[in-house]
T-cell receptor, first 115, second 115 residues
Framework: AQSVTQLGSHVSVSEGALVLLRCNYS??????LFWYVQYPNQGLQLLLK??????LVKGINGFEAEFKKSETSFHLTKPSAHMSDAAEYFC?????????????FGKGTKLSVKP | EPEVTQTPSHQVTQMGQEVILRCVPI?????FYWYRQILGQKVEFLVS????????KSEIFDDQFSVERPDGSNFTLKIRSTKLEDSAMYFCASRETATTNEKLFFGSGTQLSVL
């Protein structure tokens, strides 16, 4: 069975500092991996996805994530945090070739950005 | 960008009552999903729906739950007799195809509170 673990339910950084949100996955088949972001009072929006092409994936708003098979990780990073990055971030995994492609989500990490 | 619309944004109900959560997926999408997130827990898959029938459902989606596409635009989730533990944020999502690496478009959610 697939699963996703996000370390840290709450991460706080200063504006301009590096953002690192951790995600580890468990999957018996090659996975598709996703990061979604949820701003207050909004739905989940796709930040980026890994689909077995390049291991370093660039997403919107300056975020990127690196797929590391040996570490079963897909950590999300951004070199310099902005106040507008404050949101909740969800890592998710989906079956490669899965029939319906439903997503398995992590618990989420709430990112706070201090001025 | 096109949006998935969910109504109402908040729903309060008494235990044992029936509730219907409504969603309008993106117009050319064919695959529809419901997820839920209990406060402090993971976003969990409930059900997927295609061609007017359920494609896949999780263990959570028991006989108390049902889904329907009553017309060409709405997609509803019904809970027949609500329980306290049904209190959660319910997200509707849609995608154009079943391809597992295609992004899901999520609505902003309905917060259901069962008293």
């Amino acid at each position: 069975a697939q699963s996703v673990t996000q370390l840290g339910s709450h991460v706080s950084v200063s504006e301009g500092a590096l953002v690192l949100l951790r995600c580890n996955y468990s999957s018996s088949v090659p996975p598709y991996l996703f990061w979604y972001v949820q701003y207050p009072n909004q739905g989940l929006q796709l930040l980026l996805k890994y689909t077995s092409a390049a291991t370093l994936v660039k997403g919107i708003n300056g975020f990127e994530a690196e797929f590391k098979k040996s570490e079963t990780s897909f950590h999300l990073t951004k070199p310099s945090a902005h106040m507008s990055d404050a949101a909740e971030y969800f890592c998710a995994v989906s079956d490669y070739g899965g029939s319906q492609g439903n997503l398995i989500f992590g618990k989420g990490t709430k990112l706070s950005v201090k001025p | 960008e096109p949006e998935v619309t969910q109504t109402p944004s908040h729903q309060v109900t008494q235990m044992g009552q029936e509730v219907i959560l409504r969603c309008v997926p993106i117009s050319n999408h064919l695959y529809f999903y419901w997820y839920r997130q209990i406060l402090g827990q993971k976003v969990e898959f409930l059900v997927s729906f295609y061609n007017n029938e359920i494609s896949e459902k999780s263990e959570i989606f028991d006989d108390q739950f049902s889904v329907e596409r009553p017309d060409g635009s709405n997609f509803t989730l019904k809970i027949r007799s609500t329980k306290l533990e049904d209190s959660a944020m319910y997200f509707c999502a849609s995608r154009e195809t079943a391809t597992t690496n295609e992004k899901l478009f999520f609505g902003s959610g309905t917060q259901l509170s069962v008293l």
